[in-house]
């Protein structure tokens, strides 16, 4: 069977803690989409991995797989598989051959980018990973795909029509240098070497197959999704977005299973008890403007660590969104919830959750689909008692009974509102510092 993990808010909800805990019964994890804009940190026998590409259970002896929905940096990818070997690990990481990959110049495009539109705020904050440039050619026909790299004619001729595309784009549109990035010898060169490797380790797939002859076989496969609901392309906050699809549904397109395959299996939500985000755009609940909220903000960004993984960037941080997670619940379907972070927020004296939106005289319970809109909502808000700091690994070990009574309160309230149990909550940044309350693979 199957259980997709989706992030419910903007990304950074604890994704990879859960992956974690529930992929101890997985066989197989597999991304869907996204690249190496996802910056994950895994603790494996005491040792701390960073990652932002290769799959955090690959760390644990699972199988690894990079769906046709991701967008692979492969100098990322073998400058982690390079790093982990060299520190006793053996990775098993396998690559769809439809999955595209980020070129050198999609890199520097994306800077370029979002420099242009700095000028009229419309940047969308992004991670500099090129990801958006790929997932551009990827739909304009002109992308570069793993398999393509596999055989040195097929990737010479891709070359050959897209970059001189991307070398007048630099020079005639933007009026700059092109360097070495658009040159196609020197990238015919680095990247039909990572081509050679790639077949001569047996590293790439057809991943739909792979994944179904693995499930037919009785194995247990996470279906990892990176970034979260609200900066999903279709479903999140346009344009300050990643460009792709977060969502179940980037599980099955990503993948190469079907709808149905997944949705026997569990989709579990990922949540975090409060708010944060790295890139640009409206926020109604954040917490802002005024000495009292300021500090608060930086209390949470301090406790929570809400730092980017991928680029150290301070997190803007606010309240609970409860019209964002109805969205998120209904755009994936989730089966089951996960609870981050709630340790965080112990110390305040209460605890604000935006319960729904006022907008154009209205209540509304769910977010609006333009993103301008959003940015006009007013969240109204409900108020939870706060709960004291505790021994969390003891509450870990009682249960959900141990939790102090105001966050039992705050999690049955999101559970009853999202009309979804909850199937873990994390107290802590360790392994142990969690409550189960259901294990997915054992329903
Ligand atoms: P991109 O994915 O680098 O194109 O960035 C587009 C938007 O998604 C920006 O607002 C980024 O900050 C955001 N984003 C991308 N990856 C992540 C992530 O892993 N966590 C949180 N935000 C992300």
Redesign the pocket.
């Known amino acids: 069977m199957t259980v997709t993990i989706v992030g419910a808010q903007?990304?950074?909800e604890g994704k990879g803690g859960i992956v974690d805990l529930f992929g101890d019964a997985a066989d197989v994890v597999a991304r869907y989409q996204g690249g190496d804009?996802?910056?994950h940190t895994v603790v494996h026998q005491g040792e701390e991995y960073k990652l932002s590409l290769v799959p955090s259970g690959a760390i644990r002896g699972k199988v690894g797989i990079l769906g046709n929905g991701c967008v692979v940096n492969l100098r990322t990818l073998f400058d982690e598989l390079d790093t982990l070997r060299e520190r006793g690990l053996d990775p098993d990481v396998r690559v769809a051959e439809r999955a595209h990959a980020i070129m050198p110049y999609h890199r520097v495009l994306d800077g370029i980018e979002e420099e242009a539109k700095s000028d009229d705020d419309l940047e969308?904050?992004?991670?500099?990973?090129g990801?958006?440039p790929t997932y551009e050619d990827k739909v304009g026909r002109r992308g570069i795909r793993i398999g393509d790299l596999l055989d040195p004619d097929v990737f010479r001729e891709r070359l050959e029509y897209v970059v001189p595309q991307k070398r007048a784009l630099v020079e005639d549109v933007f009026g700059m240098e092109a360097g070495e990035e658009f040159d196609i010898d020197t990238l015919h060169e680095e990247f039909s070497e990572y081509g050679r490797r790639l077949r001569e380790e047996n590293m790439t797939v057809n991943a739909g197959e792979f994944l179904a002859d693995s499930i037919d076989g009785g194995d247990n496969v996470v279906l990892e999704g990176?970034?979260g609901t609200s900066?999903d392309i279709d479903h999140g906050i346009y344009p300050?977005?990643?460009?792709s699809n977060p969502t179940a549904g980037g599980a099955c397109t990503g993948t190469g299973l079907g709808p149905t395959t997944i949705g026997q299996g569990e989709i579990v939500g990922i949540i975090k008890a409060y708010l944060s985000r790295?890139?640009?755009g409206p926020l109604p609940t954040e917490l802002k403007g005024d000495d009292t909220q300021e500090e608060l903000a930086e209390y949470i960004r301090e406790e929570g660590g809400e730092y980017g993984t991928?680029t150290g960037r301070p997190r803007r941080v606010g309240w609970l969104d409860m019209p964002m997670l109805r969205h998120a619940a209904r755009a994936s379907g989730f089966t089951g919830l996960a609870i981050n972070h709630l340790d965080v927020l112990a110390g305040l004296d209460e605890v604000k959750v935006g319960h729904a939106y006022e907008l154009d005289g209205e209540t509304i319970y769910s977010m609006p689909p333009t993103t301008e809109k959003w940015g006009e909502c007013e969240p109204v808000f409900r108020t939870f008692d706060g709960w004291p700091e505790e021994d969390w690994e003891a509450v870990a070990d009682e249960g959900y009974d141990g939790l102090p009574e105001g966050a039992q309160a705050y999690l049955d309230y999101l559970s009853e509102e999202l009309e979804t149990p909850i199937y873990a909550i994390g107290i802590g940044p360790d392994r142990s510092e969690s409550i189960v309350l259901e294990r997915p693979f054992e329903q």
């Open positions: 903007l990304g950074d804009n996802a910056g969308a904050g992004t991670t500099g990973r990801i958006g990176a970034q900066i300050y977005v990643t460009s790295v890139g640009t991928v």
